[in-house]
């Protein structure tokens, strides 16, 4: 089994900008068939991809709603993923979520990946 441990977040001032991090552990976790991928989610709702990225090809992708404003890239030797969310806006608010999944194909469904991170509350205020 893979463990993803987040840190980062907490409170940003709308215009701001925070990183998250997500780290791997575990034998599991093949470089080359991984895919990382990082969600968020508020009450209510269920879980908005956000970007991922293919450990092997440092392929990313994201969701429409971020792109221009997000950056996710990984350490390869500290086997880490960084979000880094810029221009933060009020309705980026919500519980971040890192999750790696095998053989992942369409990265922004949440069901394609087996392993998550704890979560980690971004809060974004006027």
């Known amino acids: 089994q893979i463990q993803l441990v987040q840190s980062g977040g907490g409170l940003v001032q709308v215009g701001g900008s925070l990183s998250l991090n997500c780290e791997v552990f575990?034998?599991?976790?093949?470089?080359?068939?991984?895919?990382v991928g990082w969600f968020r989610q508020t009450p209510g709702k269920e879980r908005e991809f956000v970007a991922a990225?293919?450990?092997?090809?440092?392929?990313?992708d994201y969701a429409d709603s971020v792109k221009g404003r997000v950056t996710i890239s990984r350490d390869n030797a500290k086997l880490t993923v960084d979000l880094q969310i810029n221009s933060l806006k009020s309705e980026d608010t919500a519980i971040y979520f890192c999750?790696?999944?095998?053989?992942?194909?369409?990265?922004?469904?949440?069901?394609?990946?087996?392993?998550w991170g704890q979560g980690t509350q971004v809060t974004v205020s006027p």
């Open positions: 990225i293919r450990w092997y090809s440092g392929a990313t």
């Open positions: 999750a790696t999944g095998r053989n992942v194909i369409s990265t922004e469904i949440s069901s394609e990946y087996e392993d």
């Open positions: 575990g034998r599991t976790f093949n470089r080359y068939r991984n895919t």
